[in-house]
């Protein structure tokens, strides 16, 4: 039966580009051969010899998750990888079996199906499963397969329609260690961005859009001019430093909300406005991100360009927040909270 998994790529997502250039999933975890281990057990006596120094639970817990990724994992499951990096997901098809590699990390081929799902194609039931604080386990809940590869399709989930039994584990699996969504610990960071997210995607849509980005540069230190809605040849807004704005550095910023993704068409011509409008730099910020080409031109254009997806311009929205105008924050009202930080039993390698 084909069953569907999360798998996490480093805390900070390490090892995402790789994964994405080369189709193979690479775990974080440095371990001896898991070849003769074909069961729990096995797996749990070679993380006892390779992580001696820590936590019983934490051992318990790193050869759940090995022995998934190992042995329960089967080619045609599906996998989905929420990305640190885009913050979008991957989701792909396991296509072979467990290989281990030189560097001694435990490897599972496969073929993507998509690496640029945006988090609001799923719905926030979903979301939630996507946020347990593992590096792998098992999404069950809310008929999440059907739905996931509903979204692969049409980019739409249809969300929960029916009752589905929660699969029972047995007492062992329980006492052992979390291996599923449903009981793990969640990213709650990562919950609340995703929140945040969808706030803006459906109160800041088109030139609204654009005054946002104007009022966080603002907020930055910059003096902002913004172009009407309409066409803008290629200018949304050209911000300065300074009093009247003609201070280094200088920037013509565009924007893009929605769905759309910058090809590399549409960042030559930002390109092209900088040296137009004789500024000093540029800024493009798109709601809908960028596609593969332009995004590895980041470091060529570094001393350029700079590109805000949906994770910077949150970033930049939330380190400005309180700077910004009354309007905004009431639209968009957001708390500071704290939380405790998960402890090393926690799941992740």
């Known amino acids: 039966m084909k069953r569907l998994w999360l798998v996490r790529l480093g805390k900070s997502g390490d090892g995402e580009a790789a994964a994405l250039e080369t189709s193979n999933l690479v775990l974080g975890f440095t371990i001896d051969s898991l070849a003769a281990a074909k069961d729990r057990e096995a797996v749990l006596a070679v993380v006892e010899k390779c992580f001696a120094d820590l936590k019983p639970k934490t051992q318990l817990n790193f050869a759940a998750q090995l022995n998934q990724f190992c042995n329960q994992m089967q080619p045609g499951d599906l996998v989905v990888v929420p990305l640190k990096t885009t913050g979008q997901i991957a989701v792909g098809e396991v296509s072979g079996p467990y290989s281990h590699t030189a560097q001694r990390a435990v490897s599972r081929p496969v073929k993507w199906l998509r690496q640029d799902m945006p988090r609001e194609a799923f719905r926030q039931d979903l979301l939630f499963s996507f946020g347990a604080f593992m590096t792998v386990c098992e999404v069950r809940r809310n008929d999440a397969l059907r739905r996931v590869e509903a979204v692969v399709k049409t980019g739409v989930d249809p969300g929960y329609e029916t009752a589905v039994d929660k699969p029972k584990r047995a007492a062992a699996d329980t006492e052992i260690a ?16 995703d929140q945040i997210e969808r706030k803006i995607a459906s109160s800041f849509t088109g030139h609204d859009f654009t005054r946002l980005v104007a009022e966080i540069l603002k907020a930055q230190g910059y003096v902002v001019n913004v172009s009407p809605p309409g066409a803008d040849n290629g200018i949304d807004i050209v911000a300065g430093r300074g009093a009247l704005g003609f201070d280094a550095p200088t920037l013509v910023v565009q924007v893009k909300s929605g769905t759309v993704v910058v090809d590399q068409p549409t960042l030559q011509a930002l390109i092209g406005a900088v040296t137009d409008a004789k500024a000093t730099h540029g800024l493009f910020v798109s709601w809908g991100g960028f ?13 350029r360009i700079r590109m805000w997806g949906r994770t910077q311009l949150v970033d930049a929205l939330l380190e400005t927040y309180e700077r ?15 939380t405790l930080v998960l402890d090393e039993g926690s799941g992740m390698p």
Request: glycine share 0%.
């Open 291 to 303: 596609n593969r080409v332009v995004e590895k031109r980041r470091n060529e254009l570094f001393f």
């Open 178 to 193: 979390v291996e599923d969504a449903t009981d793990a610990e969640r990213d709650l960071a990562q919950l609340a961005r």
């Open 324 to 338: 910004l105008p009354e309007e905004f924050r009431a639209e968009l009202a957001l708390r500071r909270i704290w």
